[in-house]
């Protein structure tokens, strides 16, 4: 039975906010790049472009930041993990955080100064990933909680980095709670880009990290002559990514101008619904998040993150699996000449979105509102590869979350 879209929920936000989030500068990201760089499996990701898609959608050019190049995990979350992780380690050790060095913190030295530390997280399965590979590099052990119904590929890749990987029977907030409390109880330390009162430190940290991608992104087209992005899609989870690179945006005038579009599917629409409500504050979705985009099925948003999306995004969209799919579909099989980018459902949404508004007439109110049009340069984020394969067969091979010819596609135009 597919799982078909029937609406999508736009919101145009009217607010700019003045306070820049400092510690999402270019300077900060530039700090964070240094220290990826001393990971010897450190290189930058791929930046594509696809002309072909751009010509066939009606824009002026597409660009694809392929996430699913780095560090050979099929995502990008371990540029958080990592980053953080470095940071409390260097807290342990009493050392500053100038000249971190990953090699030095994984070294025997190391760990016969600190003893074995224990890392947790709770994960829908890239940031556990990331986290369990980070601990291994470090000689360290990771510990990482999953919500119900996390695919066995998912567990498998935390499980061959020789971590512990525990199955809840929760949903991503919940499991988030229940690694708070283990963290509490065995004085583990929890690497969480969620935030809430009395943890934001580390989450502040992993959304440095996040800054690597779109600091690579920028300089990657200012290197190859190539147009500066009208258009950004940043799909959100907790809204710990969007904000990093939106932050990281906001503090180059170069950039802050660029039409931020967050993205999340309607069960898990926590910064849509905050939102909608207009009163400033996080408003979380409850129940089982059920979506194809496992990476975005969290309820209750990241607290500091939440205040940047609210003042800097541009819009807020909430729509159905269907978009995911087809952009899955899209990357896979790409228009002519165009290179082949193997996403994931979270990673694949902004395309998908993409393609529908420019070619659906009776999207055109939503298209002409979000400022799409033959002169649009669009960058996305492809932030993972297919991290459960059999699903991604499905899609991809069987058209599995189509969209039924005998309905209609309608839309819901709101402004804050």
């Given at each position: 039975?597919?799982?078909?879209?029937?609406?999508?929920?736009?919101?145009?936000?009217?607010?700019?906010?003045?306070?820049?989030?400092?510690f999402?500068?270019?300077?900060?990201?530039e700090?964070?790049?240094?220290?990826?760089?001393?990971?010897?499996?450190?290189?930058?990701?791929?930046?594509?472009?696809?002309?072909?898609?751009?010509?066939?959608?009606g824009v002026?050019?597409?660009?694809?930041?392929?996430?699913?190049?780095?560090?050979?995990?099929?995502?990008?979350k371990?540029?958080?993990?990592?980053?953080a992780?470095?940071?409390?380690?260097?807290?342990?050790?009493?050392?500053?955080?100038?000249?971190?060095?990953?090699?030095?913190?994984s070294?025997r030295?190391?760990?016969?100064r600190?003893?074995?530390?224990?890392?947790?997280?709770?994960?829908?399965?890239n940031?556990?990933?990331g986290?369990?590979?980070?601990?291994?590099?470090?000689g360290?052990?990771?510990v990482?909680?999953?919500?119900?119904?996390?695919?066995?590929?998912?567990?498998?890749?935390?499980?061959?980095?020789g971590?512990?990987?525990?199955?809840?029977?929760?949903?991503?907030?919940?499991?988030?709670?229940?690694?708070?409390?283990?963290?509490?109880?065995?004085?583990?330390?929890l690497?969480?880009?969620?935030?809430?009162?009395?943890?934001?430190?580390?989450?502040?940290?992993?959304?440095?990290?996040?800054?690597?991608?779109?600091?690579?992104?920028?300089?990657?087209?200012?290197?190859?002559?190539?147009?500066?992005?009208?258009?950004?899609?940043?799909?959100?989870?907790?809204?710990?990514?969007?904000?990093?690179?939106?932050?990281?945006?906001?503090?180059?005038?170069?950039?802050?101008?660029?039409?931020s579009?967050?993205?999340?599917?309607?069960?898990?629409?926590?910064?849509?619904?905050?939102?909608v409500?207009?009163?400033?504050?996080?408003?979380?979705?409850?129940?089982?998040?059920?979506?194809?985009?496992?990476?975005?099925?969290?309820?209750?948003?990241?607290?500091?993150?939440?205040?940047?999306?609210?003042?800097?995004?541009?819009?807020?969209?909430?729509?159905?699996d269907?978009?995911?799919?087809?952009?899955?579909?899209?990357?896979?099989?790409?228009?002519?000449?165009?290179?082949?980018?193997?996403s994931g459902?979270?990673?694949?949404?902004?395309?998908?979105?993409?393609?529908?508004?420019?070619?659906?007439?009776e999207?055109?109110?939503?298209?002409?509102?979000?400022?799409?049009?033959?002169?649009?340069?669009?960058?996305?984020?492809?932030?993972?590869?297919?991290t459960?394969?059999?699903?991604?067969?499905?899609?991809?091979?069987?058209?599995?979350?189509?969209?039924?010819?005998?309905?209609?596609?309608?839309?819901?135009?709101?402004?804050?």
């Amino acid at each position: 039975m597919s799982s078909s879209i029937y609406d999508l929920k736009v919101i145009i936000n009217p607010s700019r906010g003045f306070k820049k989030p400092s510690f999402l500068s270019r300077q900060e990201a530039e700090t964070v790049l240094k220290f990826h760089k001393t990971i010897e499996a450190y290189q930058p990701t791929p930046l594509f472009t696809l002309n072909n898609l751009a010509e066939r959608l009606g824009v002026e050019c597409i660009y694809v930041k392929d996430e699913s190049k780095r560090f050979g995990l099929n995502a990008f979350k371990a540029l958080g993990g990592t980053y953080a992780m470095a940071k409390v380690m260097c807290r342990e050790l009493g050392l500053s955080d100038d000249g971190m060095d990953f090699g030095y913190l994984s070294s025997r030295e190391v760990r016969e100064r600190t003893g074995p530390i224990t890392f947790i997280t709770a994960t829908d399965g890239n940031n556990g990933r990331g986290v369990a590979w980070s601990a291994q590099q470090l000689g360290q052990k990771a510990v990482v909680y999953l919500p119900r119904g996390t695919a066995g590929a998912r567990v498998d890749a935390i499980l061959e980095t020789g971590s512990e990987a525990v199955v809840t029977d929760l949903n991503y907030d919940n499991t988030v709670r229940l690694a708070m409390k283990k963290a509490e109880e065995n004085s583990w330390h929890l690497v969480q880009d969620s935030a809430w009162e009395g943890y934001t430190e580390v989450p502040a940290w992993v959304m440095q990290g996040y800054m690597t991608m779109i600091y690579e992104a920028m300089d990657q087209l200012k290197a190859n002559n190539l147009g500066r992005p009208t258009h950004l899609f940043l799909q959100s989870g907790v809204g710990s990514m969007p904000a990093a690179i939106l932050g990281y945006l906001v503090n180059d005038p170069e950039t802050e101008n660029i039409k931020s579009i967050i993205v999340e599917p309607h069960n898990a629409a926590c910064i849509y619904n905050s939102a909608v409500h207009k009163d400033g504050k996080r408003h979380p979705v409850k129940g089982d998040l059920r979506t194809i985009m496992a990476g975005l099925a969290c309820g209750e948003p990241n607290l500091i993150a939440w205040d940047i999306l609210r003042d800097f995004s541009y819009a807020f969209v909430s729509l159905e699996d269907y978009f995911a799919a087809r952009g899955m579909r899209m990357l896979g099989n790409p228009a002519g000449k165009d290179p082949r980018i193997i996403s994931g459902e979270s990673g694949a949404v902004g395309i998908g979105l993409l393609s529908l508004l420019m070619e659906k007439p009776e999207l055109t109110p939503v298209k002409e509102q979000l400022g799409f049009d033959d002169n649009s340069i669009v960058l996305v984020l492809n932030t993972e590869g297919d991290t459960d394969p059999d699903n991604y067969l499905d899609v991809v091979w069987d058209g599995k979350y189509s969209l039924p010819f005998n309905r209609a596609l309608t839309y819901h135009l709101k402004r804050s």
